[in-house]
């Protein structure tokens, strides 16, 4: 079964220095992989999506995420937090055989600090 | 556009009630979904519309019924509520999937309390 991992709960991050946010995953198949954003007391907001191609993938807001297929991994980056990123930030997958459906991870919260 | 609208942003209920949560979106869009957020859970698909007229289940159907009025409106329904439903309900649509996935896009959420 398509699934995804966010092994972290919460990540920390100074601002102005760079963050990661981790995705792994498992399929049957080529991955179709999202990245969501939401803000407080808000629905969920697209940021990028990995398809195929180049393995890095650039988003909204100067987001990117790096598809790995050896490590199945989809970590989510961004050079330089602001405090304004501080969020809770969603790894999505493509359900097996069911187009239109995703799966989601459980979220992990970025907490950018000034 | 006001692209996917939620009623009502609040509600509680006492167990046993009954309710629906509304959900129009003015994209044009084919897909309609109804997810629940709960801590530590993430989203989980209640139910799916792939067009007018058609609905499949998601991951916890149960205690729940859903209606896809026309291609705008997607409504979901809980008969007789439970304390387990207590949850933040979000709508989304999307475009189908042709031959590359397209992003959904989401309302802003129903804080749902039952009693």
């Known amino acids: 079964a398509q699934s995804v991992a966010q092994p972290e709960d919460q990540v920390n991050v100074a601002e102005g220095n760079p963050l990661t946010v981790k995705c792994t995953y498992s399929?049957?198949?080529?991955?179709?992989l999202f990245w969501y954003v939401q803000y407080p007391n808000r629905g969920l907001q697209f940021l990028l999506k990995?398809?195929?191609?180049?393995?890095l993938v650039k988003g909204s807001y100067g987001f990117e995420a790096e598809f790995n297929k050896s490590q199945t991994s989809f970590h989510l980056k961004k050079p330089s937090a602001l405090v304004s990123d501080s969020a809770l930030y969603f790894c999505?997958?493509?359900?097996?055989?069911?187009?239109?459906?995703?799966?989601f991870g459980t979220g992990t919260r970025l907490q950018v600090f000034p | 556009n006001a692209g996917v609208t939620q009623t009502p942003k609040f509600q509680v209920l006492k167990t046993g009630q009954s309710m629906t949560l509304q959900c129009a979106q003015d994209?044009?869009?084919?897909?309609m979904y109804w997810y629940r957020q709960d801590p530590g859970m993430g989203l989980r698909l209640i139910y799916y519309?792939?067009?007018?007229?058609?609905?499949d289940k998601g991951e916890v159907p149960n205690g729940y019924n859903v209606s896809r009025l026309n291609k705008r409106e997607f409504s979901l329904r809980l008969e007789s509520a439970a304390p387990s439903q207590t949850s933040v309900y979000f709508c989304?649509?999307?475009?189908?999937?042709?031959?590359?996935?397209?992003?959904?896009?989401f309302g802003p959420g129903t804080r749902l309390t039952v009693l």
């Open positions: 989304a649509s999307s475009e189908p999937w042709g031959l590359a996935p397209n992003e959904q896009f």
């Open positions: 399929v049957s198949g080529n991955p179709y």
């Open positions: 990995y398809i195929t191609g180049d393995n």
């Open positions: 999505a997958v493509r359900a097996l055989h069911q187009t239109d459906k995703l799966i």
């Open positions: 994209m044009n869009h084919n897909s």
């Open positions: 519309s792939a067009s007018e007229g058609t609905t």
